[in-house]
């Protein structure tokens, strides 16, 4: 580097020659003159040459003005899907069928048009008929579908010689075409609001392909000999932006379809240990005779009475509900009306005399027949002063079994024998009745119509009366061929596995071979978790993928969504992690009686099942017994099912078959959960149906039947009527 600067010269720039002063002066001028002239003009020159452009564009050209009619159809079947499906969806099951299948495919649709530069567009009368009648053909078909599902899935069988449409005409003695139009729903958008909707007129001109209306919309476009093609945009009058909206010139010929009581007596809660209060309790036949003293052994708490039955047999005896009794240490039998002999003792009071000892066993479900049929309540054992074993049972206990009016009137128990039981649920209310139990409903499942409730919408645990939405989804894929019902079902290792656990009921082995409907009635009647999960694995593979039908099947029959389900048995559910607590199945009242208005209209044969005491499970080598004691304490009641976790609690859904004055019968559904034991879910469900047979009974209800009206107007309805006459 320090050569090279060494050896630098520094560089001398050659001399110029002088230019002449006059000849720089002049060029100078010239070029500073022309410059700004030229600047200010130009953009004077740009705006008269758009002028010229938008001026020219402005001359109205014969390729784009558009002329004759342009027609398209406006497709209507959504609006047609979503009305159908929400009438046919109020008959049971209306969600297996398709009408996308039936109604998307078919050009249900109204003719609008377009017509000049002056445009107006209208709606076509005639293709809104044509569509409506489209319509109502699938409609009709979709209810076929509907009614063969459905005698399918009750176990029923079609007349010999007669198809479902033919029943359909015999039923209600109209095609369904023609029913359908006088009595059916309303499936098209009324041709009044669509008028409303699309008539519109204006000026439209066209622009740079794009075609503007006065009220400020614009469309791409594209036009050629046939068709113009509207983008993006949204008619005037039209509600919805469309991706393309197509229209046809008629004069051409071608045309596009768019793409587009009395009875105050309150049930009170059990402790765990065993107090017993004895208390003498005065009690009087009504209008007759003189009082009595009966013993009454008060449990845990006050005015929670078990009262002497031989007291109460020598009360009523001579009365026209008087009846004989025989008590044992092996049980009682009771026959009314009758006579009673007494043993001696009878209506003496507790503690007479000091010599006399008092002593009961245990409150428990002793052995008792009524009128040669056993009946399940919960007494006591015990002897009388003169020690004679004598029976207490729990007043209200006695006022359901004989069917008495009970009140009690200045500390008087005082027994109406020319009255039957009756139900003042407002008293009951009033005085605590609903404190035992977290939720509660009851109504009738035939007609919908609910009578009473408390905190019938909050969601709470189900235990084993989850066991129903379980029923539900298994006879869902027998009705649709998936399984049948006396399919063979090979137990599996997790079944067999959940048999050995606490809450087993039917101790099974991995590789046992049963079958469908044996599973069925082990899961119903004696609410066999294990039952439940094999069926669960044999319809869907798996316990999980059987829960997700099961979720889906509560949003088919529109239960509400705190409804969730972890399992199909009820049983509580541990998650997989370091830090997981109990999870258990959670439903409302509401919803649960939601599901049993389903099954009892679908597979009503489910009572067929759960009216049965015991049943032979032969693969098992064993009997099973129920554990609904309604079953036994009222003769009209077929179901349901029972449920018992710690945090459910005792939960109960009962169902009871009646009829009105008229002979129409009716399934009331009475719906406990939460209740604290057996005894209370028991009772409080006994009460609520006989209150709700006492609506039907003194007519404070509606007691039409959907389906035996002169002209039903609902999907149920139709289907009811036409199922009548299966076999």
């Known amino acids: 580097m320090n050569d090279f600067l060494d050896d630098y010269e520094p560089y001398e720039e050659p001399a110029r020659r002088p230019r002449p002063v006059k000849r720089r002066k002049k060029k100078k001028k010239r070029g500073a003159g022309a410059l700004p002239v030229l600047i200010l003009l130009l953009p004077v020159i740009a705006a008269l040459c758009c002028l010229c452009v938008l001026l020219y564009r402005r001359i109205p050209q014969p390729a784009t003005l558009l002329p004759g009619i342009w027609e398209r159809e406006e497709d209507v079947s959504p609006t047609v899907r979503e009305n159908a499906r929400s009438w046919i969806d109020g008959a049971a099951m209306g969600y297996q069928v398709r009408l996308s299948d039936r109604i998307g495919h078919l050009p249900v649709g109204i003719s609008l048009s377009l017509q000049g530069t002056d445009y107006s567009i209208r709606v076509d009368d005639s293709s809104y008929i044509d569509a409506e009648t489209t319509a109502r053909k699938a409609l009709a078909d979709a209810v076929l579908e509907l009614i063969g599902i459905r005698i399918k899935a009750s176990g029923k069988e079609l007349p010999e010689g007669l198809d479902v449409n033919s029943l359909f005409q015999e039923a209600l003695s109209l095609t369904p075409e023609e029913y359908l139009k006088l009595h059916g729903p309303e499936l098209m958008p009324p041709l009044t609001d669509l008028k409303d909707r699309y008539e519109d007129s204006g000026r439209f001109h066209t622009e740079e392909e794009i075609l503007s209306f006065e009220d400020g919309s614009s469309f791409s476009y594209a036009v050629n000999e046939h068709l113009l093609i509207l983008d993006a945009g949204k008619l005037p009058g039209a509600d919805t932006p469309a991706a393309q909206y197509i229209y046809s010139r008629v004069s051409s010929g071608d045309t596009v379809t768019s793409p587009s009581g009395r009875l105050p007596l309150v049930l009170t809660a059990h402790a765990a240990k065993n107090h017993k209060i004895v208390e003498n309790l005065p009690a009087r036949v009504k209008n007759g005779g003189e009082s009595l003293t009966v013993k009454s052994i008060n449990y845990e708490y006050s005015n929670n009475r078990y009262l002497s039955l031989r007291d109460l ?338 939960c109960l859904v009962s169902v009871m078959r009646t009829a009105d004055d008229a002979g129409n019968p009716h399934d009331l559904v009475a719906v406990v959960l939460g209740a604290e034991d057996n005894t209370v879910r028991f009772t409080s469900s006994e009460i609520l149906l006989r209150y709700a047979k006492g609506v039907i009974r003194d007519g404070q209800a509606s007691v039409s039947v959907p389906g035996t009206e002169t002209i039903p107007t609902d999907a149920e309805g139709i289907v009811r009527a036409v199922l009548a006459l299966c076999q």
Do not use: W
């Open 313 to 650: 047999a020598m009360l009523l005896d001579g009365s026209e509900r008087a009846f004989s009794l025989s008590v044992s240490s092996e049980g009682i039998t009771i026959d009314s009306p009758g006579s009673y002999s007494p043993v001696g003792g009878e209506n003496i009071p507790f503690y007479a005399s000091p010599d006399t000892p008092y002593s009961t066993a245990d409150l428990k479900a002793n052995s008792m027949t009524f009128n040669g049929q056993n009946v399940k309540y919960y007494t006591f054992i015990g002897k009388n002063p003169e020690g004679k074993t004598d029976c207490f049972i729990n007043l209200l206990d006695f006022a359901l079994l004989f069917d008495l009016d009970l009140s009690m009137q200045g500390g008087t128990l005082v027994i109406d024998t020319g009255a039957p039981f009756r139900v003042d649920l407002e008293d009951l209310t009033s005085s605590g009745f609903y404190d035992e139990m977290r939720g509660a409903i009851v109504g009738d499942a035939t007609t919908g119509e609910i009578f009473a409730g408390h905190r019938q919408n909050l969601a709470i645990p189900i235990a084993s009366t989850t066991k129903l939405m379980s029923y539900a989804v298994i006879m869902d894929a027998v009705a649709a061929g998936e399984i049948g019902i006396h399919d063979p079902v090979t137990i599996s290792a997790n079944a067999a596995l959940l048999s050995q656990g606490q809450d087993r009921m039917i101790p099974m082995e991995e590789g046992t071979v049963t079958d469908v409907t044996e599973l069925l009635h082990g899961m119903l009647i004696a609410s066999s978790n294990e039952c439940a999960l094999a069926l669960a694995e044999y319809v869907s593979g798996s316990e999980s993928a059987f829960v997700e039908r099961m979720r889906r099947k509560a949003a088919d029959i529109g239960l509400s969504e705190e409804t969730t389900f972890y399992n199909c048995n009820g049983l509580p559910v541990f998650a997989d992690a370091v830090s997981t607590a109990k999870m258990q199945n959670h439903m409302s009242a509401e919803d649960m009686f939601k599901l049993c208005m389903h099954i009892l209209n679908v597979y009503p044969q489910i009572t067929e099942i759960t009216s049965k005491k015991e049943y032979p499970m032969t693969s098992f080598h064993m009997d099973i017994k129920t554990t609904n004691a309604l079953l036994y304490n009222e003769p009209e009641v077929i179901g349901l099912k029972t449920g018992t976790t710690n945090m459910a609690g005792s």
